[in-house]
C-alpha cells in the first residue's frame, strides 16, 4: 500500500479536507461523520487507530486519546467520486461523546428491519461506565468493589440459571440467562476481553 499514491487519488476540498463516514465492523451502524486531511489519513493508516482532522481546532485528534474510546480500523475506502472516505472499526467503547454508542442518536424515522447488536452495545456501554462512573450506578459498583465481587455475583447468576432450567419456566429462563450474560460481560470489561476476542476462539473452534 503506497499511501502517498493513495493521497493522489482523493479529493480534498479547498479546505484540504475530505469527509469520512465511520461504521462498526460488527453491528453496520454508522457512528460517526468526521473529516480528514492529508496528515490524519497518513496516520491513520500507518497506526490503523483513526485519526481525524478538528475543523473547530484546526488540528488532528486522534479518536479516544482522552477518553479511551479508540477506534481500530478494518477496512478503508474511498467512493466512486473519490470526495469521501468510508472506514470500518472495531469500536473500544462508544464514538460519541455524550456517552451515546453512535452520534447518530436522534431519531427521525427508524428503518423497520434496522436490528441492533445488543450485546456490542450494552459492552461498550459497560466499558463507558467503567472509564466515565455514574454515581448510583450498579455496573460502577461492581466495577468499584473488584474482581471478587464481579465472579460472586457471575456465581449467584449461573445458579439462577440452573434453577430457573429446573422450573420449566421459559419465561424465567429468559430472565437469568440475561441476568447471566450481563454479569459475564461486567467481567470481561474488568478484565480486558472483548467480543472479537470470544467470536475467535468460538470461529476457531468451529474450524476444528
Excluded at 80 to 92: A, G, N
Amino acid at each position: 500500500m503506497n499511501i502517498d499514491n493513495i493521497l493522489e487519488e482523493i479529493r480534498f476540498d479547498e479546505r484540504g479536507l475530505v469527509p469520512a463516514v465511520v461504521q462498526d465492523a460488527d453491528t453496520k451502524k454508522v457512528l460517526m461523520l468526521a473529516y480528514m486531511n492529508k496528515e490524519s489519513i497518513k496516520k491513520t493508516l500507518k497506526e490503523r487507530e483513526a485519526c481525524y482532522y478538528s475543523r473547530s481546532r484546526k488540528e488532528l485528534w486522534k479518536k479516544g486519546e482522552t477518553s479511551g474510546n479508540i477506534q481500530k480500523v478494518k477496512g478503508f475506502y474511498y467512493d466512486c467520486d473519490k470526495d469521501s472516505i468510508l472506514i470500518i472499526v472495531e469500536q473500544i467503547g462508544v464514538a460519541c461523546h455524550t456517552g451515546e454508542i453512535s452520534c447518530f442518536f436522534n431519531e427521525v424515522l427508524k428503518a423497520e428491519n434496522e436490528e441492533a447488536d445488543v450485546l456490542k452495545d450494552l459492552y461498550n456501554l459497560l466499558g463507558e461506565r467503567k472509564e466515565n462512573p455514574i454515581e448510583g450506578s450498579y455496573t460502577n459498583y461492581l466495577f468499584e468493589k473488584g474482581l471478587d465481587k464481579i465472579l460472586k455475583k457471575v456465581g449467584e447468576e449461573t445458579s439462577e440459571v440452573i434453577i430457573g432450567a429446573k422450573n420449566k419456566s421459559k419465561r424465567e429462563l429468559v430472565y437469568e440467562i440475561s441476568d447471566l450474560v450481563y454479569h459475564v460481560l461486567v467481567l470481561m470489561v474488568n478484565e480486558n476481553i472483548n467480543i472479537e476476542d470470544i467470536k475467535k476462539e468460538l470461529k476457531g473452534r468451529r474450524k476444528k
